[in-house]
């Protein structure tokens, strides 16, 4: 089965040129095998990879089964949804949202991207706390240096802050935050463009992030700590930063948010989830970004990309594949 993910097909010229009017083949990826998130590994918490010489830790903080909403997709009808997350090999009962945070070792230290949802985002996530999933991965809490922020939406930072007090999870941690982002969160006025329902998560960041020594604002375009890139990729916040790491030649693109479940919006990237709050300028991140990886053939994370939520994207007829790479449990 994984053999066969990887692999994909090719149609062949003729075929292609009938369906969508080209000269050349057009791969497609044999989706309904690729998309879904690997139960497996679900179960062991973590999955680890190397990019050069770099040590990646993919730690699972659980899924949301989302009910069925009319509102979650703008441009696409529930039967739609439906069928898109079928045709992935995925449930359609629900639409499962799975919560991966990507880690990198470097010497003896450990760089995170996001913090996973502190059990404060969804009753079935909060694994990496409740199953002590870093211990199980080999990593030291008290060795994480540094955290970095794709965007300040629950499931991304509630893993910074206790549920009760905000007292900080990571306190000796650096936390270093898209200044885009850190700057529209903290305005005083950003309740004038935030919907209704984010506001109570505007208020939460206001009186945290601001009080916390440890924040540093980081530019789009830098290189952000040894070997790390910040790219800007706007859209699903004003501030959503995506990271790109190196290592020995090798590349890594944390892409975050870019993309919600594969199955959904690689496939179809022209969908706007409701979660982005720009859904015309994060279709056009999703595009570039989408279209750079896949040029570059850079290995990806995404954050909702299930377990091992990492691997490739591929162009998928109009749309694109996440193909996973191949996990030995
Ligand atoms: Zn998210």
Redesign the pocket.
Known sequence: MHSISRRGFVVSAAAAGAAFGLDGPMEFVGSAFAQASDPKLQDKGFFKFKVGTVEVIQLYDGTWEKAHDPAFIKNASLDQTKAALKAGGLTDAHVP?P?TVTAIKVKDKYVMFDAGTGGQAAASAGLIGKKDLMKAAGIDPAKVSTIIVT?F?P??IFGLMAKDTNAQTFPNAEILVPSAEYKYWTDADVFKTLAEARHGLAKRIQATLPTWKNIKQVEAGKEVAPGIRSVASYG?TPGHTSYLVSSGGKQLMVL??VA?VPALFAKNPDWQAG?DQDGNVAQASRHKMFDRVVAEKLTVTG??FGMPGAGTIKKDGEGYAFVPMQAQV
């Open positions: 949202i919560f965007h939406h499931d991304h699903h975050g948010d919600n979660f954050y909702h």
